[in-house]
């Protein structure tokens, strides 16, 4: 969540990746993956020899477009420059500056995120009240943490720092509540023992990657591995959300990774096509979004079957689910980050306001906070239209939505 190489009237270049990502547009028989580093891009531009030494090197040479291309695919998600800020005046300069800002400070309520579950996890686990975490589903925030994990690998890949520290945190902090779920036995504990090795190894790889200490095959295995788990945990998941409403079966997952193993290794064998390539890196991402996304259903779906346990719940943990990524959405709208701007505006509306709503309904918190939390919510969801549409020069606040959607 590869760029592409497009060269037009010898001197437009189009999207620019780290020269050691890789997605899996970057299979040999696709010359549209080839990535260069940023900090190459004006050397290459006047240097043509430089540029053909690049290109033959494996790398491109890049700039960076005014507009998307295509907003369903993150990779597609145009950077913001020196050069597009001078071009686009004065108001593009302040919001451009502003979502950096408000994608840095998310970090902050990221970072409080999980503390009043852990702190009200612990309280009932020292008064012997190990049911009262039952109201915390385990396979919804493993679903969360392990699309937190995937999305962690693809931030790192676009050196996006704040989303970076924001995922980071997302791991850590919802691994706490994983640990505390297995002390109450409301995880079994061989789902936690693989789920620790799995995340103690993600950790480890994803920041020797980002540092640049990696070997680049282990990190392609990496991805693959991520790629196949997304694909696979996905379906079951969401099939066992339900259970015991429809049958209790591994049907779902294990045909979801035999579609995954076979589809990554005609990949890797250069026997997909370009479209087909494109289209299994695009899934990539979407499932590490959907994961994410699918922890608040679960969260709600325990919600309506067990409503005693809603206590279970923190009010706070909620609203700062709710801040944190609604200080994500304005750079993702901005920068036209369609996947981006999906998962932080689901978690907002689903995991952050539904479950207030469930509160709410069942006498947890007053109206005042529902009622504040909520025109606080719209409030914040206008003032990002109307601002990215000023920003960008529309009239229209819908032209940025359907830019961000359908782009150009």
Request: charge should be positive; glycine fraction near 6%; aromatic fraction near 12%.
């Amino acid at each position: 969540m590869a760029g592409s190489l497009l060269v037009m009237d010898k001197m437009r270049l189009h999207s620019c990746r780290p020269s050691n990502s890789r997605s899996y547009s970057s299979y040999p028989q696709s010359l549209e993956s080839l990535s260069c580093p940023q900090p190459h891009l004006r050397r290459i531009i006047c240097n043509k020899l430089h540029l053909k030494k690049i290109i033959v090197s494996g790398q491109s040479a890049c700039s960076n477009s005014l507009k998307p291309v295509s907003a369903f695919s993150s990779e597609d998600a145009y950077p913001i420059n020196q050069e597009s800020v001078q071009v686009r005046g004065k108001s593009f300069e302040q919001w451009d500056s502003l979502t950096a800002k408000f994608a840095g400070a998310a970090n902050l309520p990221f970072l409080l995120l999980q503390l009043p579950q852990i702190i009200l996890n612990t309280r009932n686990l020292l008064a012997g009240n190990k049911s009262a975490l039952l109201a915390v589903p385990w396979l919804g925030m493993f679903t969360g943490l392990l699309g937190n994990l995937s999305l962690l690998s693809y931030f790192i890949k676009k050196r996006e720092t704040e989303a970076v520290v924001v995922q980071t945190l997302g791991v850590i902090s919802t691994y706490v509540v994983i640990l505390q779920l297995a002390m109450a036995e409301a995880m079994p504990l061989p789902h936690f023992i693989a789920t620790s090795i799995v995340i103690a190894s993600g950790l480890i790889l994803n920041f020797m990657r980002y540092f640049h200490l990696l070997v680049p095959r282990i990190w392609h295995f990496w991805e693959d591995f991520i790629t196949i788990a997304g694909l696979s945990a996905l379906p079951q998941v969401m099939w066992s959300t339900f259970i015991p409403y429809i049958p209790n079966t591994i049907l779902p997952g294990l045909i979801a990774f035999v579609t995954a193993v076979v589809a990554v290794s005609m990949a890797r064998m250069g026997k997909l096509s370009k479209k087909g390539i494109k289209i299994l890196g695009s899934l990539s991402g979407w499932t590490a979004t959907l994961l994410f996304m699918w922890m608040p259903v679960a969260q709600m779906w325990t919600n309506l079957l067990n409503p005693e346990n809603i206590r279970g719940l923190s009010a706070v943990t909620m609203l700062l689910a709710m801040i944190g990524n609604g200080l994500m959405i304005p750079r993702a709208l901005f920068i036209r980050d369609f996947m981006w701007f999906t998962g932080s505006s689901w978690a907002c509306v689903f995991y952050g306001w539904g479950n207030l709503i469930c509160l709410y309904y069942f006498n947890s918190i007053s109206r005042e906070f529902f009622l504040a939390s909520t025109f606080g919510f719209l409030a914040w969801i206008g003032i990002t239209f109307w601002r990215d549409a000023q920003a960008h020069g529309h009239s229209s606040p819908f032209t940025s939505l359907k830019e961000l959607i359908f782009g150009h």
